[in-house]
């Protein structure tokens, strides 16, 4: 299958494929086209609206097919959203909006556009709901009680399997300070919750392995030991986005918005080495590929109970 493109839009241009092909370019068209009608804010120019569209198109392609076709069928995609790119752009660019007639998206849309994973994706729900089942011992009896078994789900499906504080657990429950204490040593007691082992101000709790879909706490020395050199909130922030992946693939242009640029590339080429944590799934343009965690990560009992 060949195509060539004119300067003007769609000027001259022919594909001489046919059945598979065409189907594959009428999907990623109507994938840019839902792309571009989107309400999400654009950026000014041009070369960085082409780029934007492209990385959504591509999310949106990992959405809807991961797991449903065949890594071969999912390259192919790939590549024809390369080739027909330059082609459908020109034609799509009088539909995004300016940014002046771009509303503010509201509090949640601007945190969901900046957090690459789904808040729960991490979290083994069923295991975690049966385990908390068993716990209703522990959990207080009273009717209004602030503090129910639903809601210590819903928020430890929030944390996606990553440290978090006390305040964090005291401000979502709305409790003061020892009854959050309080609660949170019988969880740990109870083997629901582990503790990063620091002191004061550093401590941190987070959820057990066993309810995750992930190896936590060896993705944490894993990464630890690979930026070992690199300034240290980096290992930490590696770890946890790793830990929310859930093991699925992710595009690392998704990193690329909350780890510094200077650090970028390197941390990219640790973590992607042939005996490390990552492996490229699809290289697309090559530079944007499609990374996942390699199977020796995953937690396999989460995964059979899924």
């Not at 068209?29 to 571009?36: P, R, T």
């Not at 994706?121 to 009717?143: C, E, F, K, T, Y």
Request: hydrophobic residues 45%; positive net charge.
């Amino acid at each position: 299958m060949e195509g060539s493109c004119s300067p003007a839009a769609g000027g001259g241009y022919r594909w001489l494929g046919a059945g598979e092909e065409r189907l594959d370019r009428a999907l990623v068209a109507g994938l840019m086209l839902d792309a571009a009608l989107g309400a999400s804010p654009w950026p000014p120019d041009l070369q960085a609206q082409s780029r934007a569209l492209k990385i959504r198109v591509q999310e949106a392609l990992l959405f809807h097919l991961a797991g449903r076709i065949t890594l071969d069928r999912f390259r192919t995609l790939i590549h024809t959203l390369e080739r027909s790119f330059s082609f459908y752009f020109p034609l799509l660019t009088s539909l995004l909006p300016h940014p002046d007639e771009t509303p503010a998206p509201p509090p949640a849309a601007t945190q969901a556009a900046h957090d690459a994973f789904p808040g729960s994706r991490a979290v083994s729900r069923d295991l975690l709901a049966g385990a908390l089942g068993r716990l209703q011992n522990i959990l207080p009896r009273r009717p209004r009680s602030k503090l129910t078994g639903p809601k210590l789900h819903d928020f430890l499906c929030r944390t996606r399997g990553v440290w978090f504080r006390l305040r964090d657990f005291q401000e979502y429950f709305s409790v003061d300070r020892k009854t959050a204490w309080e609660y949170v040593q019988k969880f740990l007691q109870a083997g629901l919750l582990v503790h990063n082992q620091a002191r004061a101000a550093a401590v941190r709790y987070g959820l057990a392995d066993r309810f995750l879909k992930v190896q936590a706490g060896a993705i944490h020395r894993e990464v630890a030991a690979a930026l070992a050199d690199l300034p240290s909130p980096l290992a930490s922030q590696v770890a946890d986005r790793l830990i929310a992946s859930a093991g699925e693939p992710f595009w690392e242009e998704e990193w690329r918005c909350v780890l510094p640029a200077a650090h970028f590339p390197e941390i990219l080429q640790r973590l992607t080495g042939p005996a490390s944590l990552l492996e490229v799934v699809c290289s697309g343009d090559g530079k944007n590929r499609l990374l996942r965690l390699q199977p020796r990560w995953l937690n396999p009992l989460a995964k059979h109970i899924e």
